[in-house]
């Protein structure tokens, strides 16, 4: 599959001219820096690539990651390596955009995570807290790019990208605000507080793409809702390339 974000995963092996798998064996190179080891573990961990062969210091690392990965409380983790493997760069300012790309482009992350434990399926689900008119009208001034992802128990099951001003959806967004701003103007202290959408909210959207998807994803069939795995379908065998 020649998906980007399968051809960035490969690039990192080839930068350094090993496999991905075994990149934690160069800490003591000195070309090899602390934060590239600690991505290398994440990725690791999020690409479900775990070697078999470790110490004592990498269990510990990888349960300490794992903890990170499936935390209710905050998706800054799955955030983070969504970003990575999507080659955009991270933007650490609160209340803004959660990425940018060498071009400038604006990214939003909706990463959703369930666990062995949950009764939920990923259904490509994400939502926006405490929206207005003025930030739905800002993103489509800004042209931000949204990026769903999918993760079970912290591992990366899927990625989708699409244009936020693609009319299917952003009509759909507007539609929700115009139920709270009936005006169709903001209102001084109130807001959306949890305006929610699933994949086929962008399904038929003209700009989706599908940037990653698990391979053997035949194992992971019964974490999706049918929309979603027929919405990967539809995608992964609608390249020329594959």
């Given at each position: 599959?020649?998906?980007?974000?399968?051809?960035?995963?490969?690039?990192?092996?080839?930068?350094?001219?090993?496999?991905?798998?075994?990149?934690?064996?160069?800490?003591?190179?000195?070309?090899?820096?602390?934060?590239?080891?600690?991505?290398?573990?994440?990725?690791?961990?999020?690409?479900?690539?775990?070697?078999l062969?470790?110490?004592t210091?990498?269990?510990?690392?990888?349960?300490?990651?794992?903890?990170?990965?499936?935390?209710?409380?905050?998706?800054?983790?799955?955030?983070?390596?969504?970003?990575?493997?999507?080659?955009?760069?991270?933007?650490?300012?609160?209340?803004?955009?959660?990425?940018?790309?060498?071009?400038?482009?604006?990214?939003?992350?909706?990463?959703?995570?369930?666990?062995?434990?949950?009764?939920?399926?990923?259904?490509?689900?994400?939502?926006?807290?405490?929206?207005?008119?003025?930030?739905?009208?800002?993103?489509?001034?800004?042209?931000?790019?949204?990026?769903?992802?999918?993760?079970?128990?912290?591992?990366?099951?899927?990625?989708?990208?699409?244009?936020?001003?693609?009319?299917?959806?952003?009509?759909?967004?507007?539609?929700?605000?115009?139920?709270?701003?009936?005006?169709?103007?903001?209102?001084?202290?109130?807001?959306?507080?949890?305006?929610?959408?699933?994949?086929?909210?962008?399904?038929e959207?003209?700009?989706?793409?599908?940037?990653?998807?698990?391979?053997n994803?035949?194992?992971t069939?019964?974490?999706?809702?049918k929309?979603?795995a027929?919405?990967?379908?539809?995608?992964?065998?609608?390249?020329?390339?594959?």
């Open positions: 599959m020649n998906y980007r974000v399968q051809s960035f995963v490969k690039s990192i092996s080839n930068i350094y001219n090993i496999p991905l798998i075994d990149l934690h064996k160069l800490w003591y190179k000195s070309n090899f820096n602390h934060l590239d080891y600690l991505n290398t573990y994440k990725l690791n961990y999020t690409l479900d690539m775990i070697p062969d470790l110490d210091k990498d269990e510990i690392i990888y349960k300490l990651i794992g903890q990170q990965a499936n935390d209710l409380n905050s998706s800054t983790f799955r955030e983070s390596m969504t970003l990575l493997l999507c080659n955009v760069n991270q933007i650490h300012t609160k209340h803004s955009y959660d990425g940018i790309d060498h071009n400038g482009i604006f990214y939003e992350v909706k990463p959703k995570n369930i666990t062995t434990d949950s009764k939920k399926k990923l259904s490509g689900d994400g939502n926006f807290s405490d929206f207005t008119i003025s930030r739905h009208k800002k993103y489509i001034g800004d042209d931000v790019k949204m990026i769903i992802s999918g993760f079970f128990n912290g591992k990366i099951i899927y990625i989708f990208q699409f244009d936020y001003n693609d009319p299917i959806f952003s009509e759909k967004i507007h539609c929700k605000l115009k139920q709270k701003f009936k005006e169709d103007i903001d209102i001084k202290c109130e807001y959306y507080r949890n305006l929610a959408f699933n994949s086929s909210w962008y399904s959207c003209k700009s989706i793409r599908l940037l990653y998807i698990k391979p994803n035949n194992e069939k019964h974490i999706l809702t929309n979603c027929d919405l990967i379908n539809k995608l992964r065998y609608s390249y020329d390339d594959l």
